[in-house]
C-alpha cells in the first residue's frame, strides 16, 4: 500500500525559515525522480524543485539561492528547506514522485504554506 505523507507546512512571517517533508512508503523510493510543486489559489500548479534518483537538482529561477532540495533513500524521505521566504511564496505545496520508464507515479496530499507578517 503507498503512502505518502507531507508535512512541515505552516505560517511563517516574511524572511522566516519553513522544512517540508515528503515521507514515503509502499514504493521503491530510491528508484524514484522526486519533486515539490506549489499551488496559488486560483492558479496552476507550478514546479518548484526537483531531485533526480542520482541526486541531481533542480530549480525555479525565483527559489535559486533560498530553496534547497534533498532527499534521504535511507528513509525513504525527500525535504524541501526555504529559507528567506516571500509572500508569493504562499501556496499547497505538493510533494511528486515519477519513476522513469515506467508508468508509476504519486502526488502528495499537499501542505499549506502561508508566509504573512
Known amino acids: 500500500q503507498v503512502q505518502i505523507v507531507e508535512s512541515g507546512g505552516g505560517l511563517v512571517q516574511p524572511g522566516g525559515s519553513l522544512r517540508l517533508s515528503c515521507a514515503t512508503s509502499g514504493v521503491t523510493f530510491k528508484a524514484y525522480d522526486m519533486a515539490w510543486y506549489t499551488q496559488a489559489p486560483g492558479k496552476q500548479r507550478d514546479l518548484v524543485a526537483s531531485i533526480s534518483s542520482g541526486g541531481i537538482t533542480n530549480y525555479t529561477e525565483s527559489v535559486k539561492g533560498r530553496f534547497t532540495i534533498s532527499r534521504d533513500n535511507t528513509k525513504n524521505t525527500m525535504y524541501l528547506q526555504m529559507n528567506s521566504l516571500k509572500p508569493e511564496d504562499t501556496g499547497v505545496y505538493f510533494c511528486?514522485?515519477?519513476?522513469?520508464?515506467?508508468?508509476?507515479?504519486?502526488w502528495g496530499q499537499g501542505t499549506q504554506v502561508t508566509v504573512s507578517s
Open positions: 511528486y514522485g515519477n519513476r522513469l520508464g515506467t508508468r508509476l507515479r504519486f
